[in-house]
């Protein structure tokens, strides 16, 4: 990690413009949809893969990657052109109706999840979407990289709501999810951890054992997630990451003063993705509030 100082020259305008766009994401939520774009044409309820061409100044400048998480070193060469996706929309999506967003980590090089999670996401109509090369092996900062893309493309041609805009993994590629919940707050309203989690201080877990931060966040940007941004911890009681998460949460999360985080412990389970009534109550978490109505 490096020094703020070492930035303050070229980012210094940054944090104005991280801040301006968390409090448009709280305030205004759903962006314009693009009828023109693929996504539309998708089957509902199928799996498709797609590509996209355009990246954001959240991904795409290699300056502000690097200053959002105060590294040391510089990103690597990146184009989202050259990246694949897979995405499903919910089931019974009626082609118009406003939906939420789910961003998936894996922690392999393709993006699955439990097949019975498929009816939990159109449950609350939330549309998948995960990228391929995008585990355990590929660095850091093409994996967040390549999450914000999926989040600015699909916001792009799809009605999606801005208030319901998740970010999530499994393992690794919650770790990951868990900077990018925090780091680039302003795009993603909720974060669900499932089986591991990354903090910006040293924690300290119910074993003694103490887990280095892993970035540093924008300090104006910082305020307005605490307030703002909702975070699910899942974890599992034999899960081997089970420590690590009850220490981020207790002395990360809570006494840093975020002011919507919580923990949800599967009993008997250990290091693998939630079963699906776990993610329900994960969603229904970080979708509190935001629904017009209840998801059935």
Known sequence: MAGKNGFAGPVKALSGLISALLLA???HGQEAASPDRPLPELEPGVWSTVRFRESPPQSADPIQVRYRLMAAEDPPAYDVAKESYR????????GKSPLGLFIWIHAGDTP??????E???TKHQLVFIGANRSGNPRNLFDRIRLAVDANHNVRLQLPIDGRRVYVSGFSGGSRVASML???WGEMFSGTICCMGVNFYT???AP???VYGLSYLPDEDLLPLVKKHCRFALVTGETDFNRANTLGAFENGFQ???FAHARVFEIPGHGHSPPPAAWLDQAISFVDEGKRTAPAP
């Not at 995405?87 to 009626?94: A, E, F, M």
């Open 87 to 94: 995405i499903l929309l919910p089931g019974d999506w009626d």
């Open 255 to 257: 006494k840093e003063g």
């Open 202 to 204: 040293d924690v300290t």
């Open 181 to 183: 919940g925090v780091a």
């Open 119 to 121: 009816k939990i996401l």
């Open 112 to 117: 699955q999840i439990p097949e019975e999670w």
């Open 25 to 27: 994401t709280a305030l």
């Open 207 to 209: 074993d003694g054992k």
